[in-house]
């Protein structure tokens, strides 16, 4: 049992006893587990109320970052939930690859393929994600594509929002609480541009630099030939003053880019759907 340690409010410990009982109620339960904030949470509460009858599942294509993967497995094993791991294939569709406008429909179409057939071959009924009552009011096609598949979403059901998601797990203590949101390296380029599994490693490699430097929180943003990074504004100039700019530029074209440049707006989630 995962006990308050820190405050919260009653409206979010309600919320929360109800996240237990609509979980305990489900007898068993497989979630779709990214490794996000959303996701970990479910995972967390499943495995808190229904134990060994709960298992974390995740998909794993080039298109998420091997840290992301490393922190869901070490996330997983945190909880003691069983965590799965299972291979998907969305870049080898067209719907995916041509990164239509409806991209997420096809990857979460090829991830809920796999998210049932484990459970029907478990004999776990109930799948869950971790969508949450915010997103339903952004451009979200993968949730259209889970309703079609017949997962379920606890946490939209109860009306957590992402900041009711943060501060219950805070509040419970979950290390991972402020994590920052970090959607799939496909969301780095914009609609109509192909992805391949050759872009997805030159984005990722491009993020992994720049963490060394010590900015968590990026974007490698892909259009053409050419890298458009994004930090959050208030690094900006952090940024200018450290970063060598010919060992920089160096790196950036040594994957294959032919121009990079920074972002002066800042890292804005969700920004190519502009």
């Given at each position: 049992?995962f006990?308050?340690?820190?405050s919260?409010?009653?409206?979010?410990?309600?919320?929360?006893?109800?996240?237990?009982?609509?979980?305990?109620?489900?007898?068993?339960?497989?979630i779709?587990?990214?490794g996000?904030?959303?996701?970990?949470?479910?995972?967390?509460?499943?495995?808190?109320?229904?134990?060994?009858?709960?298992?974390?599942?995740?998909?794993?294509?080039?298109a998420?970052?091997?840290?992301?993967?490393?922190?869901?497995?070490?996330?997983?094993?945190?909880?003691g939930?069983?965590?799965?791991?299972?291979d998907?294939?969305?870049?080898?569709?067209?719907e995916?690859?041509?990164n239509?406008?409806?991209?997420?429909?096809?990857?979460?179409?090829?991830?809920?393929?796999?998210?049932?057939?484990i459970?029907?071959?478990?004999?776990?009924?109930?799948?869950?994600?971790?969508?949450?009552?915010?997103?339903?009011?952004?451009?979200?096609p993968?949730i259209?594509?889970?309703?079609?598949?017949?997962i379920a979403?606890?946490?939209?059901?109860?009306?957590?929002?992402k900041?009711d998601?943060r501060?219950?797990?805070?509040?419970?203590?979950?290390?991972?609480?402020?994590?920052?949101?970090?959607?799939?390296?496909s969301s780095?380029?914009?609609?109509?541009y192909?992805?391949?599994?050759?872009?997805?490693?030159?984005?990722?490699a491009?993020?992994?630099?720049?963490?060394?430097?010590?900015?968590q929180?990026?974007?490698?943003?892909?259009?053409?030939?050419?890298?458009r990074?994004?930090?959050?504004?208030?690094?900006?100039?952090?940024?200018i003053?450290?970063?060598?700019?010919?060992?920089?530029?160096?790196?950036?074209?040594?994957?294959?880019?032919?121009?990079?440049?920074?972002?002066?707006?800042?890292?804005?989630?969700?920004?190519?759907?502009?």
């Amino acid at each position: 049992m995962f006990n308050t340690i820190e405050s919260i409010t009653k409206e979010q410990i309600a919320k929360l006893e109800q996240l237990r009982n609509y979980l305990k109620d489900l007898s068993h339960a497989c979630i779709a587990y990214s490794g996000g904030v959303d996701s970990a949470l479910v995972a967390a509460i499943a495995y808190e109320q229904l134990g060994n009858n709960s298992i974390a599942i995740t998909g794993v294509s080039p298109a998420l970052a091997n840290q992301l993967l490393q922190e869901a497995r070490f996330q997983a094993k945190w909880i003691g939930i069983k965590h799965i791991e299972v291979d998907t294939h969305e870049l080898n569709t067209q719907e995916y690859s041509k990164n239509p406008s409806n991209r997420c429909f096809a990857c979460k179409k090829e991830l809920h393929k796999h998210t049932k057939n484990i459970s029907e071959t478990l004999n776990y009924p109930n799948v869950l994600d971790g969508v949450n009552i915010d997103d339903l009011s952004d451009y979200r096609p993968g949730i259209k594509a889970a309703k079609e598949a017949g997962i379920a979403s606890p946490l939209a059901i109860l009306r957590f929002s992402k900041q009711d998601i943060r501060a219950i797990s805070k509040g419970i203590g979950l290390p991972w609480w402020d994590k920052p949101a970090q959607p799939c390296l496909s969301s780095r380029f914009p609609y109509g541009y192909e992805i391949t599994s050759k872009r997805l490693k030159m984005v990722e490699a491009a993020e992994d630099y720049i963490k060394t430097m010590g900015f968590q929180e990026v974007r490698v943003r892909c259009q053409g030939d050419s890298a458009r990074v994004e930090i959050p504004s208030n690094r900006i100039p952090q940024f200018i003053n450290d970063y060598n700019k010919d060992q920089f530029t160096k790196f950036f074209f040594s994957l294959g880019f032919k121009s990079v440049s920074l972002d002066l707006e800042g890292l804005i989630s969700g920004k190519l759907n502009r």
